[in-house]
């Protein structure tokens, strides 16, 4: 089956650095990447979507300049946490979607960020 | 607006049946997904469903009614490694998942 995958798994950071988070498939091209966030017992909430090569779409209320999504290959997408805060800390989850008539989106095993 | 209602938790028996349900109100309708969420991970596939009907996939199926915006997913003979949420996400008109909040399934020995 379609697996992607997620780096790192867990990081810890202080206040107003950045961290990135890189999302891969591994044994398919990703035409789309999303990536969602989700707090302690609360369902995915969708923050962008990337198609490889162009911008990201963001959702409303997500800041595009403090989550900066780079979707540069057809198997590669990363979002980059800029200035983190405290509330950014959260666990981030990407997912990918061959494209075509396939709409499955396949997800990588999550990010569990923590801003100290 | 879109709209997917589905129970916050539910308990149910090792061994036994449970049904989850899902309703939608979504501009337009291009299929159905089921996925299951452990605590801590990241959802898994479970089910898609486009056209009316019952969908068998072993212990777990899927049902779906197009005209009545109602799913559900049923789970038989309950193991405690189902303990987990169950997500019911729907695509809409613009190939866009909408999420449901997710449902809370507790087994119980």
């Known amino acids: 089956g379609a697996v992607v995958s997620q780096h790192p798994s867990w990081v810890i950071c202080k206040s107003g650095t950045s961290v990135k988070i890189e999302c891969r498939s591994l044994d398919f091209q990703a035409t789309t990447m999303f990536w969602y966030r989700q707090f302690p017992k609360q369902s995915l909430m969708l923050m962008a979507t990337?198609?490889?090569?162009?911008?990201?779409?963001?959702e409303q209320g997500v800041e595009k300049d403090k989550f900066l999504i780079n979707h540069a290959s057809l198997t590669l997408s990363t979002l980059t946490v800029t200035s983190a805060h405290p509330e950014d800390s959260s666990f981030y989850i990407c997912?990918?979607?061959?494209?075509?008539?396939?709409?499955?989106?396949?997800f990588g095993p999550g990010t569990r960020l923590t801003v100290t | 607006g879109q709209n997917i209602d589905q129970p916050t938790e539910m308990t149910a028996t090792e061994g036994a049946i449970v049904q989850i349900n899902c309703t939608y109100q979504?501009?337009?309708?291009?299929?159905l997904f089921w996925y299951q969420q452990h605590a801590g991970e990241a959802p898994t596939f479970l089910s898609y469903?486009?056209l009316d009907g019952l969908e068998e996939k072993g212990r777990f199926s899927s049902f779906l009614s197009r005209s009545k915006g109602y799913s559900y997913l049923l789970l038989k003979e309950l193991q405690m490694k189902d303990s987990a949420s169950y997500l019911c996400?729907?695509?809409?008109?613009?190939?866009?998942?909408?999420w449901g909040a997710g449902t809370k399934l507790i087994i119980k020995p």
């Open positions: 997912s990918a979607r061959e494209g075509g008539e396939t709409y499955e989106q396949y």
């Open positions: 979504t501009s337009g309708f291009n299929g």
């Open positions: 469903n486009v």
């Open positions: 996400a729907v695509l809409d008109s613009n190939y866009q998942l909408i």
């Open positions: 990337s198609n490889e090569g162009s911008k990201a779409t963001y």
